[in-house]
């Protein structure tokens, strides 16, 4: 596996491989600074490694992770850490991340390239869309979809039937109990919109 990306979020990344049993061959990271990564090589042009392998891209932001997806000609690969607790009924798209503790229940949709982070869940018949970033201990009832490039903060909480747009933010311990218009930014409890992201 390649990790294209050599920050924090490739370190969570790099440990979730480990304990998978997943050799990594290397990150690509365009820092020139940047030439290990806890103890792997750092190159700068993902053409210096091996073409035929899988690729993660473990970059937190969901903008700049479409990006490099659409550029990319290799394969995805995915890493779900073994703490993890999925549903056989899920469905993961590829270059998607699951950290320790995520509970996934049955009949759930997760897209490609998404980060389920530390301690999320996401309730049975969930829907999350490509590039989604639901941060930890953030938590969606049933019945919850989640579109396109929207950030999910910290300790959110959504009820059940809510569709949240998509590139919305929802606010770091926000509670959503409306749906959510695409590029909303909420916040509060119950959360409001505060702006639309551009």
């Given at each position: ?7 924090g979020h ?5 440990e ?18 940047v030439?290990t990564l806890?103890?792997y090589r750092?190159n ?5 490694l091996d073409?035929?392998e ?10 700049i ?5 659409t ?8 890493a779900?850490?073994p703490?993890a607790?999925i ?6 798209g ?17 897209g490609?390239?998404v980060?389920?982070?530390?301690n ?6 969930g829907?999350?869309g ?6 930890p ?22 009820i059940?039937g809510?569709?949240i747009?998509k ?21 509060g409890?119950p ?5 639309y992201?551009?």
């Amino acid at each position: 596996m390649i990790l294209y990306g050599a920050s924090g979020h490739a370190k969570v990344i790099i440990e979730i491989l480990e304990k998978q049993g997943i050799p990594i061959t290397g990150l690509v990271d365009a820092n020139p600074a940047v030439q290990t990564l806890l103890g792997y090589r750092v190159n700068q042009l993902l053409s210096d490694l091996d073409a035929d392998e899988q690729v993660i891209i473990s970059i937190g932001n969901n903008a700049i992770r479409k990006k490099i997806a659409t550029e990319i000609g290799q394969g995805f690969g995915t890493a779900v850490h073994p703490s993890a607790n999925i549903s056989s009924r899920t469905e993961i798209g590829e270059g998607t991340v699951m950290m320790a503790g995520v509970s996934v229940n049955s009949s759930t949709v997760v897209g490609k390239h998404v980060i389920l982070n530390t301690n999320c869940l996401i309730d049975h018949d969930g829907v999350i869309g490509d590039y989604v970033h639901i941060s930890p201990n953030a938590a969606l009832a049933g019945n919850v979809t989640v579109c396109e490039g929207t950030h999910i903060g910290i300790g959110a909480c959504v009820i059940q039937g809510i569709n949240i747009g998509k590139w919305a933010t929802i606010g770091a311990g926000a509670v959503i109990i409306k749906d959510v218009p695409d590029y909303a930014l909420v916040v509060g409890n119950p959360a409001r919109i505060i702006e639309y992201n551009k």
